[in-house]
Nanobody
């Protein structure tokens, strides 16, 4: 199983970015993909997650209304559309897969300990 994030960049405050998480090397149909972020020296924090099985989504309060998570099941790719970015969104963004794939997702689905495989991260920098 391999997860590869892409799309991180330097963007001005108020701008938008779309992150992608491409999964490969597996065949099971039910899974959850979560997005997490980490600022150097700080703890990992949850951003959002999606069940590829039923399309249910959940967002951290800090990004609700600004970020949108979606998936293309055929491409095994999950996207994180980020709008209204502010400097507090600056972080390395990681995607991860929960192979248990319980759905619909809820607040518990944002627990990082539920996730089995992680990508290498993509850096987002938001300038003020």
């Amino acid at each position: 199983l391999r997860l590869v994030e892409s799309g991180g960049d330097l963007v001005q405050a108020g701008g938008s970015l779309r992150l992608s998480c491409e999964a490969s090397g597996f065949s099971w149909p039910y899974y959850v993909i979560g997005w997490f972020r980490q600022v150097p020296g700080k703890e990992l924090s949850a951003v959002s997650c999606i069940s590829v099985s039923d399309g249910s989504t959940f967002y951290a309060d800090s990004v609700k209304g600004r970020f949108t998570i979606s998936s293309d099941k055929a491409l095994k790719t999950v996207y994180l559309e980020m709008n209204g970015l502010n400097p507090e969104d600056t972080a390395v963004y990681y995607c991860a897969m929960d192979i248990q794939g319980y759905y619909p997702v809820d607040a518990e689905s944002l627990d990082a300990e539920r996730y089995d495989s992680w990508g290498q991260g993509t850096r987002v920098i938001v300038s003020s």
